[in-house]
Nanobody, 118 residues
Framework: QVQLVESGGGSVQVGGSLELACEASAYVYNWGWFRQAPGKEREGVAFINPSGTEILYGDFVKGRFRIARVAGVDRVYLSMRDLTPEDTAMYYC??????????????WGQGTQVTVSS
């Protein structure tokens, strides 16, 4: 069993930046970040493998976000910049799945809200 706790969400204005973090209670080999806006399906934001050599981003990221993990620590970060109102959503970290498909992940955090206002 892996417990995940996200932090770092909040409210920013258009064009602002935020950094989300997620800490695990046990070893995580693959990390994923997902988001879900009201009335929409959960979508994959970013993925990183154990060595950091495989990184995937959702098409909407367009170079604005960066996923990173800390070697030797069960923690992952999502740095976001140039935020738009369309990025408003609950953001979730997920562990030990693969890629950007939510159905492939078993462990989920409780989510952290990101709100971007114009």
């Amino acid at each position: 069993q892996v417990q995940l706790v996200e932090s770092g969400g909040g409210s920013v204005q258009v064009g602002g930046s935020l950094e989300l973090a997620c800490e695990a209670s046990a070893y995580v080999y693959n990390w994923g970040w997902f988001r879900q806006a009201p009335g929409k399906e959960r979508e994959g934001v970013a993925f990183i493998n154990p060595s950091g050599t495989e990184i995937l981003y959702g098409d909407f990221v367009k170079g604005r976000f960066r996923i990173a993990r800390v070697a030797g620590v069960d923690r992952v970060y999502l740095s976001m910049r140039d935020l738009t109102p369309e990025d408003t959503a609950m953001y979730y970290c997920a562990a030990n799945g693969y890629g950007l498909a939510a159905r492939l992940y078993k462990y989920w955090g409780q989510g952290t809200q990101v709100t971007v206002s114009s």
